[in-house]
């Protein structure tokens, strides 16, 4: 080991050195710059406002996870935890249908963490509640840095036995669901860490992510006999998902040669989605099967969104 090697001192700093007020400079902040929050949740979350209106009363913040319809909120206290901040995310709450629930706090008193740990251990696993401790950091001169601690979430062990019986009630295929989509993302993880902050399957046959474009989300997916990966225009509104479609389409050449093969582009008269895709054969119940699978699956979006990053970039100012 090198005695000479220097390194640096991480020191905490007054958080409102940082961010003077909550309303006006920490919560347009986090808007904008969810990434920290979102790795320490090992959620992707794509906020969509601030200020957000419940009642004569107005939310912190807003969204969805990424590449879903599941809303989360936050609320946002740079301070100690209290009774009136509790109150108004349980208001919040009921007020949003959210099913992730989280509170950013400078300090959180264990009475709280109590409260949100009682609140998982009686929700259903479509619940969440999540308590995160913010603070500021520094090494040295540089620039400070956020750090997201997250004090109380939901319980594992009960929340996955839920989720088991849930997988249960779908027999064997569900539960070899859950494990394929666990092993996926333990592999993403390894070779495109950016893309989710997922790290659990769902019993389900797709696994959608923000594309960083409201109401579009890259997705990959199996059937009994095929893998697909996708870019979904999922929007409710189903003129921006044909206004956006034809664009792509309007470059098809140019995005087909830069994928390296043809891409199937779905958008069937009436349908709410609008689709491109990329197939191939697979039989999903072939567990010797998966590595390669999942092989495919990344090596296909790696291609896809290089291929139109583009042009969701042009998107993302004209629409």
Known sequence: ?????KLG????????????????????????????LSAALGLDLELHQAEHPV??????????????QDRVIIENQLGQSDHTHFGQLLTYAGGTDAKYVVWI????????????????????????????????????????APL????????????????????????????LQVEFWDKYLTRVSEVRPTWTSSRRGRPQNWFPVSAKLQGTSYCVAFTGTQLKSELVFDSKDMDLNSQRFYFLQEHKDEIEKAFGSPLIWHFPEGNKQSILRSVAPADFMKQDTW??????????????????????????QTT
């Open 291 to 316: 590595d390669d699978a999942i092989e495919w699956l990344i090596d296909s979006q790696t291609r896809l969104r290089s291929a139109v990053e583009r042009y969701l970039q042009e998107l993302k």
């Open 148 to 175: 997201f601690k997250v004090v109380a979430q939901p319980n594992e062990w009960s929340k996955e036995a839920k989720a088991n019986a849930t997988a249960a009630i779908s027999g064997e295929r569900g539960q």
């Open 9 to 36: 001192s991480l020191k905490t700093i007054d958080i409102r050195n940082v961010w003077k007020d909550e309303a006006r400079d920490f919560t347009p902040w986090l808007l904008k710059n969810v990434e920290e």
């Open 55 to 68: 009642g004569k009363f107005s939310l912190d913040l807003i969204g969805v996870i990424g590449g879903t």
């Open 1 to 5: 080991m090198n005695s000479q090697l």
């Open 105 to 144: 706090a400078s300090k959180f008193r264990d009475e709280y963490i109590s409260a949100i740990k009682w609140l998982n251990d009686g929700t259903t696993e479509d619940i969440n509640f999540f308590a995160v401790e913010v603070s500021a950091v520094q090494i040295g001169d540089s620039l400070p």
